[in-house]
């Protein structure tokens, strides 16, 4: 049976450049630049009036309907007062909330879609991915025509390092509820999430439960990004609600065109709970502790 397949792309590095400040003695002239004082990186269109702020990206419209976000600045972020003063500088840490990130990532990953395998592209979502040790680790997911494409998407470097392709038609099992552990388990998850099979006839073997590094189980896991709350923009592309409902309505429509032979047609929808067969999990703990799998500002290191 075929099995998801997974590639790995890498895009070109945007080019940074250097600012100087102006001479405070003499106004009139800048002061020499300073190599040591880079300025932020700015991912901006010649079009753009305001060459300090990214230009959205250009989207065809004849590929079909697709969620889209809104028409403000994703990062654009709503200010923060005394209370929460401290979530949300914590929030802040993510590089996919820096101007011009989100947009940048869309753009590349669009280009990595194969048209004559994917088809047009419906819709794209910020997602957290929860493997089988209860790790979370930060996705783009895009709904297509005929697939389910998982993209691996570095927010620092901007690149794209790893795809994962699933076709809709084999999608048989969309399950949806809060994360459970097995009795003597010490790990615990809030929330809610969303589980996608595949294969509902092929189950994983007892290396694969037991290998961290394992990708080859018939399913995938997704949770809420951390920033999902931080702005309208971002609330509407981590919505898990709607992608379940857009991944359902896609699925149904590919298994009705393209049927797989030997395999029931259609797709079940269920509401229980997802559970995760980790036990210890000190590695899980401590990178979900410290945000690992995300690509965030570590801070400062050294002397």
Request: proline share 9%; charged share 25%.
């Amino acid at each position: 049976m075929e099995e998801p397949q997974k590639e790995a792309a890498n895009e070109e590095q945007p080019h940074r450049s250097s600012s100087s400040p102006a001479d405070p003695e003499n106004p009139g002239n800048p002061a020499p630049a300073d190599p040591g004082n880079l300025a932020p990186l700015e991912l901006a269109s010649p079009a753009a009036d305001d060459p300090g702020k990214a230009a959205p990206v250009d989207r065809p419209q004849d590929e079909g309907e697709r969620t889209v976000m809104g028409d403000e600045d994703p990062l654009e972020l709503p200010s923060a007062g005394p209370a929460n003063f401290l979530p949300h500088f914590k929030l802040r840490k993510f590089f996919v909330l820096r101007p011009g990130t989100l947009n940048q990532a869309i753009k590349d990953i669009e280009a990595l879609v194969d048209k004559e395998i994917d088809g047009s592209i419906h819709s794209i979502w910020l997602m957290a991915e929860v493997d089988h040790w209860n790790n979370e680790k930060e996705r783009l997911v895009l709904i297509t025509d005929n697939s389910l494409l998982l993209f691996k998407y570095d927010f620092v470097m901007l690149r794209c390092d790893q795809i994962q392709r699933i076709p809709l038609n084999f999608v048989d099992r969309i399950t949806y509820g809060a994360f459970v552990f097995p009795k003597g388990s010490l790990l615990r998850r809030e929330g809610e999430g969303l589980r996608i099979f595949w294969d509902r006839l092929r189950e994983p073997t007892f290396t694969s439960r037991w290998n961290p590094f394992t990708t080859d189980f018939p399913y995938t896991t997704f949770t809420y990004h951390p920033v999902k709350d931080i702005s309208d923009t971002f609330t509407t592309i981590c919505n898990i609600d709607k992608f379940r409902e857009q991944l359902m309505n896609a699925a149904q429509k590919v298994h009705a065109v393209k049927p797989v032979p030997g395999k029931a047609n259609g797709i079940l929808l269920l509401n229980q709970n997802i559970q995760i067969e980790a036990y210890v999990g000190l590695m899980s703990f401590i990178g979900n502790q410290n945000k690992l799998g995300y690509c965030m500002a570590r801070g400062n290191i050294g002397f």
